[in-house]
């Protein structure tokens, strides 16, 4: 397992120590089991995440229950805390994406999203140019000009941000409250791409278009063009990243 090197955080240390620590320990075991280093079947006791991480009963145990809640582990009296089976864990979880896009089955998982959010955001950008309010639609108008703006730019930082508010408003604006869960993962998803130095410096041009074009298309009520549009949108991405 990957050590924190934190030390306990007590009292003293003040609150906010607390959250970070315990978001650290988390990554760390999360990593640990979607990599393979904590194999399905493995036990875990308190004993020994306290021992490892030099953390606090009480923060092991939130952890555990925070893993558990995500179904990578499950917990039995006199049994100890297991390692789920790939198989039953939540894989719609953004924390759960985010931990797998940084492991080495990073490819595997890209290719996963890749095909889910082919199979989803068409269909969510037609629904937005069926449902989208005024103000959604004036908004992911804006945005699309701001991803213009900064992709030519170059401040890929600030473009990220941007993007991950445009496919998040679509996602809500579908009028579909399935979409709308999936808007953190594919955040994790657009933020790791940038992270691991996966996006261009400057986005292509037609990526840029095919942005506008589907904002044109949910502004004037056109669900067939924002579907089309937004597939091409995941054409590029699927390209990008060499997936079949």
């Known amino acids: 397992m990957s050590t924190a090197t ?22 760390a075991l999360g990593e640990a089991i979607v990599s393979g280093e904590l194999a399905p079947g493995r036990r875990l006791t308190l004993d020994d995440l306290q021992q490892h991480y030099n953390v606090s009963r ?10 558990e809640s995500m179904n990578l582990v499950y917990s039995r009296r006199r049994v100890g805390i297991v390692v789920q089976d790939p198989e039953l864990w939540n894989v719609f979880d953004p924390k759960l994406v985010r931990w797998r896009l940084a492991s080495s089955r990073r490819a595997e998982q890209y290719s996963s999203l890749t095909e889910l959010r082919i ?34 730019a170059g401040e890929l930082e600030a473009f990220l941000q941007a993007d991950i508010a445009f496919h998040s408003l679509l996602l809500h604006s579908s009028g579909n409250e399935m979409f709308k869960a999936l808007d953190g993962m594919v955040a994790e998803v ?16 037609d990526a840029l278009a095919a942005h506008e074009a589907v904002a044109a298309a949910v502004a004037g009520g056109d669900a067939g063009t924002a ?14 990243m060499g997936l079949p």
């Open 119 to 152: 199979a989803v955001e068409p269909i969510a950008a037609a629904g937005a140019a069926r449902r989208a309010g005024a103000a959604e639609r004036r908004q992911l108008t804006a945005l699309a000009a701001e991803l213009r703006r900064l992709g030519e």
């Open 190 to 205: 657009l933020s790791s791409r940038t992270k691991q130095g996966l996006m261009p410096f400057k986005p292509r041009p």
């Open 58 to 67: 009480t923060l092991a145990r939130d952890t555990m229950r925070v893993l």
């Open 6 to 27: 934190d030390n306990h955080a007590d009292a003293t240390d003040g609150e906010a120590a607390v959250p970070a620590l315990h978001l650290r320990v988390l990554d």
């Open 227 to 240: 579907e089309a549009a937004m597939h091409q949108i995941l054409d590029e991405v699927r390209t990008a």
